[in-house]
């Protein structure tokens, strides 16, 4: 594929680095990360080798930079999303939903990079602290939410604590603003549960583990999210709960 077949060029605003980085995605769908290489994307945009080499030295330099745009885009997502529910006085169970199905909608429209960030690991590939910050942005968007719906008073106190004691690292309590007291002690254990379980539920939807099961998986979707909602005390209302 020639590079003028994809759109503008860095004339026109976009970069090679923005180009190549196209072309990359691309080859995510056919072949996946592991098949992803540096030749195989300069073949396909009709750019030299050594024109990719520049802005991406390494495979792996170009596999982190599609693992960012893949966390960004998904967290602003999510962030758009919220926001507006916000800005519609919406509930915390409102905005629970309202940012689990942002990020559900793109994942399906994006399944490649969905896998690329959520799938298996890349074989010989270890990212690095560089993307640590956009992945937190999921995490912390479900942090804030929960965090608002605290102070708000909407959250039920868990029937029972977590036992044994703290296990959280020190960056979990700075993403969530700090430990709360009792009764919601182990609210953040509770919120990565949260976390975890869309994420998996995710995974199980995206990859067609759930169609056989459920006749309406965006309804299943839902439901399972206010199921998960239960643990941290947060309520989805049922007439939040379709689109």
Do not use: C
Request: proline share 9%; glycine share 8%.
């Amino acid at each position: 594929m020639d590079v003028s077949a994809i759109g503008p060029t860095e004339d026109d605003g976009i970069t090679p680095a923005a180009v190549i980085k196209d072309i990359a995605r691309q080859q995510l769908v056919k072949v996946g990360a592991a098949g992803l290489s540096l030749d195989a994307v300069a073949r396909n945009s009709g750019l030299p080798v050594a024109d990719v080499e520049a802005a991406f030295p390494h495979r792996d330099d170009l596999l982190t930079a599609l693992v960012i745009d893949a966390y960004d885009a998904s967290g602003e997502a999510m962030e758009q999303a919220d926001g507006a529910a916000a800005a519609a006085d919406g509930s915390g169970g409102a905005r629970l939903l309202a940012v689990t199905r942002a990020l559900r909608r793109w994942s399906f429209a994006n399944p490649a990079e969905f896998t690329l960030i959520y799938g298996s690991p890349v074989p010989g590939y270890h990212a690095p602290q560089d993307t640590v910050p956009p992945a937190s942005r999921t995490p912390a968007v479900l942090a804030a939410i929960v965090r608002s719906a605290l102070e708000a008073g909407e959250l039920t106190p868990p029937r029972r604590p977590v036992p044994g004691p703290p296990l959280l690292r020190p960056e979990a309590l700075q993403l969530f603003g700090g430990a709360p007291g009792a009764p919601f002690s182990d609210i953040v254990e509770r919120g990565i549960v949260l976390w975890s379980s869309l994420i998996g539920l995710l995974v199980f939807q995206v990859f067609s583990r759930t169609h056989d099961s459920v006749r309406d998986e965006a309804a299943f979707f839902d439901y399972a999210i206010a199921v998960a909602a239960e643990s941290i005390g947060l309520v989805v209302p049922p007439a939040e709960s379709t689109d």
